[in-house]
């Protein structure tokens, strides 16, 4: 006999996710992931000029914050064949591999660590033997004895004040937590490090974007003045400083994170590499270019898909072509002008909020029906996954350096095969291998750029196109970015020189979509089906594999009735 157990919200996320299960035997039989809240971005952009659209979708988040507003102005130079100074391209790899590292970093620590961690536990520790430990992973220095046991009294008070803070609603002492009390405490002294580390990378944003989140962009390049002598533009003294917060970023992420992920993954890999694969398709939009936006052949992570898993050849992909991107809204909370079975293509996209059946709250999903405000979108019919393992999948299928090395020495040092890779634990390792490669691209980046600025170089718009006057009288573009949650696609029309359509297939549609017409599941649902739960009132497996992806769904957002009473709030870990 099956149980229905519902997990709402999940937690240490970004928005607003219910997932509902059935478990029998032991297992997960059913699973069913709905986005519970709307956005309507892509409706309030409309009518507006193109060019100041950046700045709307931007506030879409404020963790992958700057990577819509990247995707947006793609989209509009795409639509108005303009072309990206290569400083310009340089700054905004510069903006993105710090968004990279910083959002990889806080989720394994903040986010995900703590389903693995058991917090609690630390307090069991012997600081010697975790400082011992410590040593033999890595030479960061902070790793003696003393640091850790002052480490395990901030636990302590924690603990004695009956209040355990940011570490509150744990599942702490559950069976399926396998470190050891030492490596429990080391863990958990690099998640308050991480809390420090994370404030400084982001002075990166501030220097070429002016802040964080939500840092500039213009159309055409990058709002920025950079020149090595000028005291009120962007000079060698600041220039010195994005290198030293690079560098500081590089050596936490190679002598903190990546030790800590490896350790955690000696642990768990027996189970974990096993559990959690889901769907067997791969999509990536790719990025990073060296020489500018337009060759896809020289992007530091490569464009392609992968399907059933098959790692001896990458699919091409067309963003543009009406005949490989669709979004459904079977078992979604809209309406199509055409109904419910069709599927749509993002520039004849619909964001329609007249559907006027059940929505929440409720007891249950009605899961024959409509149950999630996230759209359904497919690649020629067939589900995707995006993101980090995505991203690694299709770089190892395509035989792409470093990546490929990366991944063979890993799987060597931890023994496991390139199945392995399919799975919670390997979806988890492929973002801190991505992080590793990208705090390496991220120097190489702002050592192009100043070898640019030292010959003379300095332009950072281009401007050619900028007048609307030169603009067609109708335009279509496509911008694509690999958001760190995976591929990002923003679709422009625009007639008159204003928006005519807008839409945005996020990463987390792709992946926390509901399923589809044909009854066949997207990313989360899939991953979910034969997870082993121990505790249905403690479901920290299902937590384990919703968490690797990272899910974003939006900025959060309250719950209220048709009176516009305020409904309930629930706290959970």
Request: glycine residues 8%; hydrophobic residues 40%.
């Amino acid at each position: 006999m099956s149980e229905r157990i519902v997990i709402d919200p999940i937690t240490r996320i970004e928005g607003h996710l219910r997932v509902e299960v059935e478990i029998e035997g032991g297992k997960i039989k059913e699973a069913y992931s709905s986005g519970t809240m709307v956005r309507g971005i892509e409706t309030i952009v409309k009518g507006r000029d193109p060019r100041d659209v950046w700045a709307f979708v931007g506030r879409v988040c404020g963790v992958c914050t700057s990577t819509h507003s990247l995707c947006s102005v793609r989209a509009v130079e795409n639509a108005l064949d303009i072309v990206v100074p290569p400083n310009a391209e340089l700054v905004r790899n510069l903006m993105a591999t710090t968004l990279y590292m910083h959002d990889h970093v806080v989720h394994f620590y903040h986010l995900h660590a703590l389903d693995w961690v058991d917090v609690v536990s630390a307090l069991k520790a012997d600081p010697v033997v975790a400082s011992q430990a410590a040593q033999q992973l890595s030479s960061w220095p902070k790793s003696s004895a003393g640091y850790f046991m002052a480490i395990q009294e901030r636990i302590k008070t924690f603990v004695g004040s009956g209040q355990l803070g940011i570490f509150a609603n744990g599942y702490w002492g559950h069976p399926a937590y396998k470190l050891t009390p030492e490596q429990n405490l080391i863990a958990v002294a690099h998640y308050l490090e991480a809390l420090e580390w994370q404030k400084e990378v982001v002075k990166i944003h501030t220097v070429f974007g002016g802040k964080n989140p939500h840092p500039n962009f213009v159309v055409g390049g990058m709002p920025c003045s950079i020149n090595l002598n000028e005291a009120n533009a962007i000079n060698a003294e600041r220039l010195a400083f994005v290198r030293q917060k690079l560098e500081e970023a590089k050596t936490f992420i190679d002598q903190v994170y990546i030790p800590d992920l490896l350790l955690i993954a000696g642990v768990y890999k027996d189970e974990w590499s096993k559990i959690g694969g889901g769907i067997s398709n791969y999509l990536a939009f790719g990025d990073f270019p060296l020489y500018g936006y337009a060759d896809v052949s020289d992007f530091c992570m490569p464009r392609g898909i992968v399907m059933n898993r098959d790692l001896g050849k990458v699919h091409p992909v067309d963003a543009a072509s009406p005949d490989e991107i669709k979004e459904y809204i079977y078992h979604s909370w809209y309406a199509y002008k055409a109904g419910d079975k069709v599927g749509l293509h993002p520039f004849e996209g619909e964001t329609s909020l007249h559907y006027t059946g059940p929505k929440p709250p409720y007891q249950h999903l009605t899961v024959e029906d409509k149950y999630s405000w996230i759209k359904t979108p497919r690649w020629k019919d067939s589900p995707m996954e995006v993101g980090p393992l995505a991203r690694m999948v299709v770089a190892y299928a395509a035989g792409k350096e470093p990546q490929k090395t990366l991944i063979d020495s890993v799987l060597k040092q931890l023994e496991l095969p390139v199945e392995a890779l399919f799975s919670t634990l390997g979806r988890t390792a492929a973002r801190g291998l991505e992080t590793k490669l990208v705090a390496d691209w991220a120097l190489d980046f702002h050592d192009q750029l100043m070898d640019n600025l030292r010959h003379g170089d300095t332009r950072m718009v281009n401007h050619d196109n900028w007048q609307t006057n030169a603009w067609p009288a109708e335009a279509k573009g496509v911008g694509l970015t690999e958001a760190p949650r995976g591929a990002l696609s923003h679709f422009i029309v625009i007639d008159d020189k204003r928006v005519k359509n807008y839409q945005m297939v996020v990463p987390t549609t792709w992946n926390a979509s509901p399923r589809d017409e044909k009854g066949v599941l997207s990313a989360y649902e899939a991953a979910l089906i034969g997870t082993p739960v121990h505790d249905p009132k403690q479901p920290l497996e299902i937590l384990r594999t919703i968490h690797s992806f990272d899910p974003c769904l939006a900025c959060a957002v309250h719950l209220y009735d048709e009176e516009g009473k305020y409904v309930h709030q629930m706290n959970t870990f």
